[in-house]
């Protein structure tokens, strides 16, 4: 007896039988309508002119792949005034002229294709009983009809996005109050964006960046918005501003540098260092080598058992040894002190290896003057050791007075710390940024600058924009290129000091629509991607 869910529920179908070989089921059903439509008359017709047999791939049963081999009817179309003369069997749901699935397995084929992509999307369904190739998952969703959705709330964020990245460029639209991409646009052109905002005037909101053409196409295309320039935007370019400006005080900084590092620089390392080596040298070859309390415990322990009788390999098996350990420890009074060979003999070079005309040298130059010298250790282990000597590890250094690390910091860095909050900022940030404001006052002013800029977006209090432009564009400032910018986009940067409308819900939607973009392995025409992209935000 055959499952009665196997078929299709609302479907008028009937299983004659049903059979199973070698990983498939194979299901002969017929029809049980008493007529079907004429395609061009939709008229309904009884006669019967012959039949055929349609197979099409159903959901798999207990992981198996499933097919149907459907005995399909042709009719005769009795209107006279019908071209058609002979039409195949219409049905109303669950089977479409001219497909080779079910209507449900094409569903879970194209839900799958919107998930994983076209690659990883063929590798499921052939674990699951439906082997298709990944071009026909990606068929699936090329022939899905996308009509553009209203914006219902009147609030929109426009981006750029990178179909290839500095070559191809499209823009993103996506609905602020629903978090949804309502459409996507082939390219980042102005007249591409007037259009689509003439064809949307329920737009009264448009959140975007400083891009010039996405101002001049939403002042074309919605006239009535208002415009919102993206502050993450603005605090890049305020960076870059700033950064630029460290960057023409390179005499300034340097200066900075050497009056911060000067109290840790040691002048002339030289002989007194040298001297010092050599002595601390010969008081570590004095000095008892330290013992490891393992080694210490197995060396009782098999005195121990020796006396106990018990034998060498015995021993061995007990303290998991080797026999040539046990017997070396049997001979010995004492635990054997270890010496390494190795730290010795590069001890022997440490007086050439400081001296002052070494330095500046790279350690390949170093390690080779040494050698030719009658050093014999690799360069590996020659790295090893000089690296313990830079950190003032080296046992032969103990109490030798080493360089402190100079420390700089970068224009971007700087441009950072000027608008960063205090706690944030480590001991050696805060004393420099003193040193700085104390012997550059421009310096200072800058950063009172960027603070009050960064203010400007908390307080949101109209009209703040304008003051402070005035301010940054006195005569002494360093900041009068960015504040002359901030005037010719004006309206849209106050707009986004004094509301709260941002475009970070659309940065997002822009990082979702890279990882769906990858999915497709570079076969993501722009048709496809759209098509993936707002069927998921719907």
Not at 163 to 189: A, C, H, M, Q, W
Not at 337 to 351: A, M, P, V
Not at 379 to 391: A, D, L, M, R
Request: aromatic letters at 8%; hydrophobic letters at 35%.
């Amino acid at each position: 007896m055959i499952p009665p869910f196997i078929l299709p529920a609302n479907v008028k179908l009937k299983a004659v039988n049903m059979i199973f070989t070698e990983g498939h089921l194979y299901l002969n059903v017929s029809a049980c309508q008493t007529g079907s439509k004429c395609p061009l008359c939709k008229k309904t017709s009884y006669r019967v002119h012959s039949k055929y047999t349609r197979m099409l791939a159903d959901l798999p049963v207990t992981g198996h792949q499933s097919r149907m081999d459907l005995i399909a009817r042709r009719f005769f179309c009795d209107n006279p005034k019908c071209k058609r003369k002979i039409f195949t069997e219409r049905f109303r749901v669950e089977i479409i002229p001219y497909k080779r699935r079910l209507c449900r397995t094409i569903e879970l084929l194209r839900r799958i294709a919107l998930e994983l992509g076209g690659n990883t999307g063929s590798k499921i369904c052939r674990y699951m009983g439906m082997p298709v190739s990944p071009s026909t998952l990606l068929r699936l969703i090329k022939q899905l009809e996308i009509i553009s959705r209203p914006v219902t709330s009147g609030i929109i964020g426009i981006d750029d996005w990178a179909f290839k990245k500095g070559n191809n460029y499209g823009t993103v639209v996506v609905d602020l109050e629903s978090r949804e991409v309502i459409d996507l646009l082939p390219d980042r052109e102005s007249d591409t964006l007037a259009n689509w905002l003439r064809a949307h005037p329920e737009v009264t909101v448009i959140s975007r960046d400083r891009a010039g053409p996405y101002a001049l196409g939403a002042k074309n295309g919605a006239p009535q918005a208002i415009q919102v320039a993206d502050r993450f935007h603005l605090f890049m370019n305020l960076g870059e501003a700033t950064k630029r400006v460290f960057q023409s005080k390179r005499k300034e900084l340097k200066e900075a540098y050497k009056i911060f590092n000067k109290p840790i620089i040691v002048n002339n390392p030289n002989e007194e260092i040298i001297e010092t080596v050599l002595i601390a040298a010969e008081e570590e070859k004095s000095i008892p080598t330290t013992v490891c309390v393992k080694r210490q415990f197995i060396f009782e322990k098999v005195k121990e058992l020796r006396q106990a009788g018990k034998s060498i390999k015995a021993i061995a098996r007990s303290l998991k040894a080797h026999r040539d350990t046990v017997r070396k420890y049997l001979n010995a009074d004492e635990y054997p002190k270890r010496e390494c060979k190795r730290t010795i003999q590069f001890d022997g070079y440490l007086e050439y290896l400081l001296h002052e005309s070494n330095q500046g040298k790279t350690r390949k130059e170093l390690h080779q003057a040494i050698v030719n010298m009658g050093f014999k250790g690799k360069y590996t282990q020659f790295c090893y050791n000089f690296n313990i000597i830079s950190k003032g590890k080296h046992p032969s250094i103990k109490g030798i007075t080493q360089l402190s690390p100079i420390r700089t910091w970068s224009p971007t860095r700087l441009s950072m710390m000027l608008y960063m909050d205090p706690k944030q900022l480590n001991t050696h940030d805060k004393e420099f940024l003193h040193l700085l404001f104390d012997k550059y006052p421009e310096i200072k002013q800058l950063e009172n600058l960027v603070k009050n800029f960064k203010d400007l977006f908390i307080n949101k209090q109209d009209g703040q924009l304008k003051k402070w432009i005035d301010e940054a564009m006195h005569p002494g400032s360093a900041l009068k290129n960015f504040a002359s910018n901030l005037q010719k986009d004006f309206n849209a940067i106050n707009n986004a000091v004094i509301t709260s409308y941002s475009n970070g819900q659309v940065e997002g939607q822009v990082n979702r629509l890279k990882n769906i973009k990858r999915r497709m392995y570079g076969r993501a025409g722009f048709q496809m991607l759209r098509n993936m992209v707002l069927i998921k935000s719907g």
